[in-house]
């Protein structure tokens, strides 16, 4: 699959989330900006770092409006464990096949470790911003922001 581009749309996916309840991307559309940042595994260092400083920025972003996705191949029970562990307040979806992963085109190091990417839908619908490395976890967070900073200063 080809990178995807900003402005285009961002491809639409549903997957469970921890608690059971199914979301939907385009359940956001026309109403709030959607930062979606896929992460290896649940309560690793390098992912604890990510989730934790989205935690940490939650404010900043629900300043922009955003909602925060976090998605990796886990459990929905793991994600519940890993949630609660670190009081995360935003929701994680369970990507068990990695087909949403594919649809993003987020890559695999050395073919085994699921990528690390961020990815920044503005409330129509289209993508604004991405943002890949590995070992830059919490990189992620500012990149993000920047984005929806950005995209605030256009309107």
Do not use: W
């Not at 939650?58 to 976090?70: C, D, M």
């Not at 619908?125 to 991405?130: A, D, I, P, Q, T």
């Not at 943002?131 to 920047?146: G, M, Q, Y």
Request: with cysteine; proline share 6%.
């Amino acid at each position: 699959m080809s990178k995807l581009q900003k402005g285009q749309p961002a491809p639409d996916f549903e997957l469970p989330a921890s608690d059971g309840t199914r979301v939907r991307l385009s359940q956001f559309r026309g109403k709030s900006p959607v930062v979606i940042f896929f992460y290896p595994k649940d309560d690793t260092s390098g992912c604890t770092k990510e989730a934790c400083g989205f935690r940490d920025a939650k404010p900043e972003f629900e300043a922009h409006g955003a909602e925060l996705i976090g998605i990796s191949s886990d459990s929905g029970q793991s994600h519940a464990k890993f949630a609660a562990k670190y009081g995360l307040p935003f929701t994680l979806l369970s990507d068990r096949g990695g087909a949403v992963r594919k649809l993003y085109n987020v890559k695999s190091t050395f073919g085994i470790i699921p990528g690390r990417a961020t990815f920044v839908v503005d409330k129509d619908g289209l993508l604004c911003h991405s943002f890949t490395s590995l070992t830059e976890p919490e990189k992620h967070i500012d990149e993000a922001l920047l984005a929806l900073r950005q995209r605030r200063e256009v309107f």
